[in-house]
């Protein structure tokens, strides 16, 4: 090999390696602020559940309190990824408001399922004592 082709396969080499590694930095970045959007939305859908609880206590306790409480829900854009529903004897009794109103889960555990033309991972946990 000739000191040309040398040359050019050096810098060739060395400008791969160089893309190499900053798109892997950029995909790091990209990736970590993804999970922490999902965490962040996590904790607020969270929130938001505690709030629907304790409105529903107030509510309970007070009546007339529910418009103040329900003003207050704060929301996560992501929020809409993340969706819950708890059944209680065949009725739907507390779910998130990206939930849709039938049943998310068909079996225990992890499952992919299609409700109303949209793809869902779900996971199903059944408290035996509570039905």
């Known amino acids: 090999m000739n000191s040309l082709q040398r040359r050019l396969l050096v810098g060739l080499l060395a400008a791969f390696a160089l893309m190499w590694f ?20 996590e904790m607020a859908q969270t929130a938001a559940t505690i709030a629907e609880l304790a409105f529903g206590e107030a509510a309970a306790r007070w009546p007339g309190s529910e418009p103040a409480l329900k003003r ?17 004897q065949s009725r ?11 049943p998310l889960a068909q079996e225990l555990g ?20 509570e039905g």
Not at 110 to 129: C, M, N, T
């Open 72 to 88: 207050f829900i704060y929301g996560h854009k992501y929020e809409l990824h993340i969706s819950f529903q708890i059944w209680h």
């Open 92 to 102: 739907l009794i507390l779910h998130s408001r990206s939930a849709p109103l039938t």
């Open 22 to 41: 900053w798109l892997s930095a950029v995909i790091y970045r990209s990736t970590q602020r993804e999970v922490e959007e999902l965490f962040d939305a």
């Open 110 to 129: 992890f499952s992919d399922q299609l409700i109303e033309g949209r793809k869902w991972r779900v996971f199903s946990l059944w408290i035996p004592a």
